[in-house]
């Protein structure tokens, strides 16, 4: 699972689990248990874990954590944090009461405001006991994350003490008229408030907050966060993230006139201008630094997880496949662009890939790469092409670097390990004798 951290960069993962749908509690005790013995050999992966999620642990080496008598209760602890539960007698209760859980879900669900309300009498500590996770919370937080207003309301009657984290499911999902009801209710608009919406990149929470004078920065108040995060979050929505800007520059922000940011803002009328004053515009390659500005808060050690096929060091194409730009890409075709354009490669010798390298693995497998990738083709993109590659893999249990080394596109993508990015109806294609 990806996080959204301070300055607007996405943390790279930490285990996380979710309960099935018949939880049995000798699942998490045997996870504690292989939690401690992997602690007590010394296993890195169990020891990042526990400083991830234990907070006694959390300023400590790996070495130091290694050094501390392991103990039960604390590898206990870690796994209830992963289950995102805040305690271990809160992830054991949750699933000692799974039948109520699960029913008061569906009633929310449902819309039925009685069945909700008869069955939190009957469990009244579920009242402020998150139902599937964290995320999604106690009832009146689960109410405002599927958007059922009236059920919201009556579980408010209740006396639950979630209005706030209940006030961002509810922008988080775009429902705002729960979000409207609750702030006439007790949850007030605080920083961070808007990063929900600049992380799943729904502009009309984003302006609702702008209109109801919500502060414009992270829990921090750093006030560039919320700009980096639309610009380097792993959401694909092109006219969310392009209407999301013009919120941002309807505040007062400072966009600059880069060709870079023509490509965020989808404005081809400013590329186009660009294109006249930079000939070789479609020819240039994008360091990192230009496509998630340093300037606008875009900072962190790597961003590469932000990406399906690396794009640093890419051109305009790259870049428009991995976005899922579809218009732009038609623009840049029309235009020109060389489908076989290489990208930067490297002082490492990664990099070198075409844009067929990126249709065949982005962000989260968008709609439009394959489309992009008949097209590229169509044009007389080269499927022999031969590229290494380097990509940071952030939504596995344990995150790490993955390398290829001289393959084609079609084996970049045989080879991938996280299948969800891969767009199979291109591998397929590409794998046929006359692909193109």
Not at 165 to 192: D, F, K, M, Q, V
Not at 231 to 243: C, E, V
Not at 342 to 365: E, K, W
Not at 404 to 423: C, H, K, M, S, Y
Request: aromatic share 6%; glycine share 8%; hydrophobic share 40%.
């Amino acid at each position: 699972m990806r996080t959204p951290g301070r300055n607007g960069r996405i943390g790279m993962s930490h285990v996380t689990r979710r309960l099935p749908d018949r939880p049995h509690l000798d699942v998490p005790r045997r996870e504690a248990r292989e939690l401690l013995a992997d602690w007590k050999k010394g296993d890195h992966a169990a020891l990042e874990r526990l400083r991830a999620q234990h907070p006694r642990l959390k300023r400590l080496t790996l070495e130091e954590i290694a050094a501390v008598p392991a103990r039960l209760a604390d590898a206990q602890w870690v796994i209830a944090r992963e289950y995102t539960y805040a305690t271990w007698a809160e992830l054991k209760h949750r699933i000692e009461k799974n039948d109520a859980a699960v029913g008061i879900q569906d009633a929310i669900r449902g819309g039925d405001a009685g069945r909700t309300v008869a069955l939190l009498r009957e469990n009244p500590t579920l009242l402020h006991l998150p139902l599937r996770s964290r995320n999604w919370g106690a009832p009146l937080s689960f109410a405002a994350t599927v958007g059922q207003l009236g059920v919201l309301q009556a579980v408010a009657k209740l006396g639950p003490t979630d209005h706030q984290h209940a006030l961002y499911r509810a922008i988080l999902t775009g429902h705002l008229e729960c979000a409207g009801w609750l702030l006439a209710n007790g949850a007030r608009l605080t920083p961070g408030i808007v990063m929900g919406p600049c992380q799943t990149l729904n502009s009309a929470a984003l302006s609702f907050l702008a209109d109801a004078g919500a502060p414009f920065s992270d829990e921090h108040g750093d006030r560039l966060a919320p700009l980096a995060m639309v610009l380097t979050i792993y959401s694909r929505n092109p006219a969310g993230k392009h209407a999301c800007l013009s919120v941002f520059e309807r505040l007062g922000y400072a966009l600059p006139d880069t060709a870079v940011m023509a490509f965020h803002r989808g404005r081809l009328d400013l590329l186009e201008g660009h294109l006249r004053r930079d000939h070789a515009l479609l020819a240039r390659r994008f360091p990192s630094a230009e496509i998630y500005p340093p300037d606008l808060g875009c900072v962190g050690p790597d961003l590469s997880g932000m990406c399906g096929t690396p794009i640093d060091g890419g051109t305009l194409l790259h870049l428009a496949i991995d976005f899922d730009e579809q218009e732009i890409f038609d623009w840049l075709l029309a235009n020109g662009a060389d489908v076989n354009a290489a990208a930067t490669v490297d002082a490492r010798g990664f990099g070198g890939h075409t844009p067929l390298f990126n249709a065949v693995v982005s962000q989260g497998g968008c709609k439009s790469s394959a489309a992009m990738g008949r097209a590229l083709l169509a044009r007389g993109a080269d499927r022999t092409h031969r590229a290494s590659l380097r990509k940071y893999l952030d939504w596995i249990e344990r995150p790490r670097w993955h390398e290829a080394l001289a393959v084609t596109p079609l084996e970049w993508g045989q080879t991938f390990p996280e299948r969800d990015w891969i767009n199979s109806e291109l591998l397929t294609q590409l794998s046929e004798p006359h692909a193109y």
